[in-house]
Structure formats: C-alpha cells, structure tokens
C-alpha cells in the first residue's frame, strides 16, 4: 500500500485544499493508495476508507499558523517524529509512505527509526517536492535526509535540490496537470465583446498580482479595449483582504476587477469566458498548476519566464515575460489583444499541448511506473522527455 501524507496545512478538500490536495484527488483517483491529511471533506468523492485525517497533523498546523510558521526544522522534526510515530509503526516492508512537501517529516521517520527505543521503520520513504524547502534544512539535516527516491514538480526544482543537496540520490520528475472534465474549452466558440485577461492565485507579492495590475493601468493608457479579472484569496478558500490586498483594490484602475476565491466549476466556467491567461509570478515558481488548467481551457498563456514556467511552455501555448517587467507584460498582452489570428493559434497550439503532456491521466501513468520501480526495487525511474 502507499500512504501519501500531506502537509499539515493542506486539506484534503476541492473547496478548501491547495495544488497539493487537487494532485493527490486527480493522481490516486482511480488506485487504492490512501491519503492521510490533517482534514478532509468528501468533495474529491474518495471512499471514506482511503482517506485518514491525522489530528496531530491538525494541531501542528495550528502551533505553526500560531507561531506564524516560524520555527525552525530542528524543532519541527521532534514534533514531527512524535506525530507519525504511528503512521510509521503500522507500516509493512512492502508499504510506501510518501510524503508531500515536507522534508521534516522525512527526516522526523529517519530519526525514529534510528532511536534505540523505537522499533525500526519498515517501507521505503519517498518525498515529492512541490516548492523550494530543501534551502531550509542546516547542512546536517540535508547530508540525514536520504529518502529512496525524491521527486520534483520541475527540472528546474530537481536542479536546484540537486544543487542543495549533492548527495540526493535517486530523483524523478512528475509535471502537475488538470482536470480535463472541469478545465476545457467552451462546447461553442466564445470571444468575449470585450477581451478579458485573467488572473487566478493566491493574493499575495510573489504572485505578481500588483505587476499585472500596473500593466492593465498602461494599457488603459494606450486605450486598449480590455478588462482583466482576478480571482483568489490570500490564502485558499480566503477572502479576507490583506493590507496587500486592500492597497491593490485602492488603487487599481477602472478595467481590472476584483472577483471572489471560486474553485470547481464556477472557477472553470471563468477560464471559458477569457481570452488570454496571465501569470505575472515575481518570484521562481516551481511550476504553476494554473497554467496548464488555462491550457486545457484552450487559452493563451502570458506568463513570466520564472522558475518552472519555462518549462511548461518548452513546446509553445504561452508568451513569456521578464518577471516583475509591467511594461513588458503590458506590450505582450496588447499584441495578442490586437492579432486575434495569433491570439488563436497560441490558444490552439496550448490546447495541444496540453493533451499531449499534461493530462492527469499521462501524468497517472508516470506515477505509477515510479511506484512500480520502488516496488521492484529497480535502481532508475523511467526518462521522462523534456
């Protein structure tokens, strides 16, 4: 059996869960392999048997929400280690626990194994990296990680864990994808009247919503017939208003909205109603879920060439940016606003793309031939093209 445990702040819930709970929701869809989260609803349809919620995850997730996540790795790994004691107790040699996200849990389990007092772990240990934390870990934490395999949402990301961390080992590399049942293109041809960019993410700096803001305000300027929307919360399933937040909805000009956090349909609906996808990201995004979800919607993408986002686009569906450049991005948006030809064939050729890369259902498989090869003991994951 594998156990996917996720971090202690990641719900598992379509309305309330983050990139990590919708991974886990559309990967293990259709296997037996379980889920142990901090809470739950039934909104990804799991049977309530494969889905266990860990109150000592919950509370954790509070002392560090309390703490405002302040506290360093080498105390969050005896914390850790208490609270999956006994996840890692019930393991059998044939189990896999792999873990999201979250290198302290790993090296909470390698620490209590090890413990003279505590029975000796059995399974194998996998970690998948959706974000840059290995940078935090002191050098004698990275040399104890050691998980059998560790796997990364970007080449970019992998490169850089390798960079952190010499001694890795095995790695692999699984893309994110999206739902093509929810995220698809409009069932009749649909331009808006008036051409629409949208933004869906978290409000918050490193999400560059204030640089597309800035970029709407020239375009505004230049007298360019367009609105943009920008959907989200500072965090998910949040509405609340930041100082960030009520600085931006102060001050941004007459063609940019501001529309409430929406996930599921509603939010999917949105997509189907643009014309061009933006993600302004200021700082190195390991990969960006939204993007590929704005491609399966069959629309094109306006991106900085930031982090994983390169990646994505290796094959074309997108522009890429400088990141933090308004002016840059504003000139970017003006000229598919203005070549509605072009406009289209980028659309067209995201949607492609997308159907050949980013499925869920491509990105299932190559989860699974992971497993298979931990199962087997096999030394190498199968190569994934670039």
């Not at 009247?193 to 933004?199: I, R, Y």
């Not at 599921?264 to 643009?274: I, T, Y």
């Amino acid at each position: 059996m594998v156990y996917h445990v996720l971090p202690e702040v990641e719900p598992f819930s379509e309305r309330a869960g983050g990139a990590l709970s919708r991974w886990a929701a559309n990967v293990l869809r259709h296997d037996e392999h379980r889920v142990i989260c901090p809470s739950s609803d039934n909104t990804w349809g799991f049977a309530p048997e494969r889905v266990q919620t860990h109150w000592g995850l919950r509370l954790y997730g509070r002392l560090l929400r309390k703490r405002s996540y302040r506290l360093r790795t080498s105390l969050r790994i005896p914390i850790a280690a208490r609270i999956l004691r006994g996840t890692a107790a019930d393991l059998s040699e044939d189990d896999i626990l792999y873990v999201h996200n979250r290198p302290e849990y790993i090296l909470a389990l390698r620490r209590r194994s090890m413990a003279k007092s505590a029975r000796a772990m059995k399974g194998k240990l996998v970690l998948h990296m959706h974000n840059d934390h290995l940078g935090n870990l002191s050098a004698a934490e990275r040399a104890s990680l050691r998980p059998h395999l560790t796997v990364f949402n970007s080449r970019f990301l992998e490169d850089l864990g390798r960079d952190q961390i010499t001694a890795l080992g095995r790695t692999a590399v699984l893309y994110n994808g999206a739902d093509e049942a929810c995220f698809h293109p409009a069932l009749r041809s649909f331009e808006p009247q008036v051409p629409v960019v949208l933004f869906v993410g978290r409000l918050v700096p490193e999400k560059g919503v204030h640089v597309l803001v800035e970029a709407m305000r020239q375009l505004d300027r230049m007298r360019i017939n367009v609105r943009a929307k920008i959907i989200g919360g500072v965090h998910f399933n949040d509405d609340s208003r930041s100082p960030y937040v009520a600085a931006l909805q102060h001050d941004c000009p007459a063609n940019v909205d501001f529309l409430p956090y929406m996930t599921g349909k509603p939010l999917a609906d949105e997509f189907r109603r643009s014309s061009i996808f933006c993600c302004p990201s200021t700082w190195d995004e390991p990969f960006g879920m939204v993007n590929v979800e704005a491609m399966a919607s069959g629309l094109p993408v306006v991106a900085s060439a930031a982090g994983g986002i390169p990646e994505i686009f290796s094959r074309g569906g997108g522009v890429l940016v400088p990141k933090g450049r308004a002016t840059e991005l504003a000139f970017a948006l003006r000229a598919l606003i203005e070549d509605e030809p072009e406009r289209l064939r980028i659309a067209a050729q995201a949607l492609k793309i997308f159907q050949q890369r980013f499925r869920w259902s491509v990105i299932r498989e190559e989860y699974r031939a992971l497993i298979r090869t931990l199962e087997i003991g096999q030394l190498f994951p199968p190569a994934r093209s670039a």
